[in-house]
Every structure is written in structure tokens, then in C-alpha cells.
């Protein structure tokens, strides 16, 4: 599905029963440009778009596909586990398709002093406009056949590069970090709620927000030198993203983060490997301290 903007760190993984293919297995991934895999390439007017290097530098073929990083997405680390492919951009399956679905609300909204929602709404407010719409959007994919859904949480957005610009010394923002760590919360007792009156519903709540924090605050661990600022030297006065001709580190895999706001294609593979052995882990061996 396409969305439009910067991450709000949400991935959505819905999974149905197609009746019309003989209850064969389908796998729905509903995010922002965490998860872009480059429906925005077929959006006319969109403004968040990643098809230009040095976006996919580290893809296979080494070209821009669309997806907001260096290379891989979670999608596409975690799909091959499942024995699926890559998810495909939407777009390109139904191009004349109306598929956009809302922008990143956090990061673009909220976070944003000169934009309408941070200056409309209390953060209570707003987080439960967030948690009432989430609701909704549940409940309709509930009535459309889903059963299992995967809600993967905000991660420490006070942490990454496009907020820490904001603070004097490069830090990380506490007051943003308790705002998503509230709305987490929030989202959990819904989802704990809509398991216990929808009907075979099995919804699963990822919280991976210790797990970000963590590759964050000791990269070292993780094998990398540097999480407080992105390998792309990026303007986020200019939208934060990697332009043609921003300058590169001098390597991507000691790096964190890629841009102002997405993982590299190495940060996303450990996190990939905690969240897929965090959900199923009767399915993989992964250790518990990933390193690439």
C-alpha cells in the first residue's frame, strides 16, 4: 500500500485465507517509507519519493527501487522466512488503483511545530485521534477475512538523526520517547481488547522499541561505530533525505541510520532477525545478539 511522507515506524502484517485460492496463504504489509518498497514511484504528486541515488546503492542491481534506504527493508529480510518473496510495490500491480492510505502521522505530523496537527491537538489528543482510527482500520480488515495481524510498534523516534538536530547536543529527545512509549501502550490495550471480543481474531502487538533503543544507544554490540547520525550527510531542513548529491560515509554497514529517519540496510537486518524471533520463534535459531 502506498503512504506518503517519513516513517511513523508502523508495520502492519496482515495475514488471510483466500478462499478463491483453494485457503492458500496471502500476506499483507501495511507501513510507511520503513516498508516502502516503491509505491511512490506511481504516485503523480508525491513528494516523498526514493527512486534517485543513492537509495538502493546496496540492493540487489544496485539501483533506486523506491524503498527509503541503502537496501533491504524489514519486508524484505523478514519475507524469505515465511517462504514468500519480496513484497511487490502495490501500485505496480494495480496501477490505476486509488491506494493511498494517509501520511506518516508522527514524525509528519505532530513533530512538526508549523504543521496543522501539532498545533490543533493536545499529544493525548492526539494519540487517541491515532488509537480511535487504528481501531476502525482493525476492525475493517477483521470484517475482511483477516485473523492474524502483526502491529509492529514505534521505536525511539526521540532517537533518530531528523530530532536529534533538534536538540542542543545531538541527543536523544526524552519528551518525544515517553510520547511514543505512551502511545505504544495505548495501542497494546486496544489490541489486547480486540482479541478478546472478535472472534478468532489473533492480533500480536511487536514491541521493539527496547530493541531500537538498544542498537542505538550500544552500537558496538551490533558491530557498528556510529547510530547518532546518518551515514547520507542529509539537510533536514530540506526533508532529511539522500539526494544525488549528498556525501556518503565512507562505509554503510558502520552506520545505524541511512538518512535523517530510516535504518540502514545492516541495522535493518538485525532488527528483521529480533523481530522475526520475537514473533516465531519456534521457527528460527537466531541468537538473541544479532551482529552483521
Known amino acids: 500500500m502506498a503512504m506518503q511522507g517519513r516513517p511513523l515506524a508502523v508495520l502492519v502484517i496482515v495475514n488471510m485465507a483466500a478462499a478463491a485460492l483453494s ?13 516502502e518498497v516503491g509505491n511512490n514511484n506511481f504516485l503523480q504528486y508525491s513528494l516523498a519519493k526514493s527512486n534517485f541515488p543513492y537509495y538502493g546503492i546496496d540492493y540487489p542491481g544496485g539501483q533506486a527501487t523506491g524503498r527509503f534506504t541503502n ?6 529480510i523478514i519475507s524469505p522466512k515465511l517462504g514468500i518473496p519480496s513484497p511487490p510495490a502495490y501500485l505496480s500491480l494495480l496501477p490505476t488503483a486509488d491506494a493511498i492510505l494517509c501520511s506518516n502521522d508522527y514524525v509528519n505530523n505532530f513533530l512538526q511545530p508549523f504543521l496543522a496537527d501539532s498545533q490543533q491537538y493536545t499529544h493525548d489528543e492526539f494519540v487517541g485521534l491515532l488509537t480511535a482510527t487504528l481501531e476502525q482500520h482493525l476492525v475493517r480488515l477483521y470484517q475482511l477475512g483477516a485473523r492474524k495481524m502483526v502491529f509492529h510498534g514505534l521505536g525511539p523516534l526521540g532517537c533518530i538523526p531528523s530530532q536529534r538536530v533538534k536538540s542542543r547536543r545531538g541527543q536523544c529527545l526524552t519528551q518525544v520517547n515517553q510520547w511514543v512509549q505512551k502511545f505504544n501502550s495505548r495501542v497494546q490495550n486496544l489490541i489486547a481488547s480486540l482479541n478478546r471480543h472478535l472472534p478468532s481474531a489473533q492480533m500480536s502487538f511487536a514491541d521493539t ?10 552500537p558496538n554490540t551490533y558491530g557498528f ?11 533536514t531542513s530540506l526533508g532529511g533525505l539522500c539526494l544525488p548529491n549528498s556525501k556518503l560515509c565512507s562505509n554503510q554497514t558502520e552506520y545505524v541510520f541511512w538518512d535523517a529517519f530510516h535504518p540502514s540496510d545492516a541495522a535493518n537486518a538485525i532488527l528483521a532477525e529480533k523481530f522475526f524471533s520475537s514473533l516465531f520463534s519456534n521457527s528460527t535459531t537466531a541468537s538473541s545478539v544479532p551482529s552483521h
Not at 530493541?211 to 542505538?216: E, N, P
Not at 561505530?225 to 539537510?235: G, L
Request: glycine fraction near 8%; hydrophobic fraction near 40%.
Open 71 to 76: 537496501g533491504r527493508t524489514i519486508g524484505d
Open 209 to 218: 522499541y527496547q530493541a531500537v533503543l538498544d542498537l542505538i544507544t550500544n
Open 23 to 35: 485457503a492458500s496463504l496471502l500476506t499483507f504489509i501495511f507501513g510507511d517509507s520503513l516498508t
Open 225 to 235: 561505530k556510529v547510530s547518532n547520525t546518518s551515514c547520507c550527510k542529509v539537510d
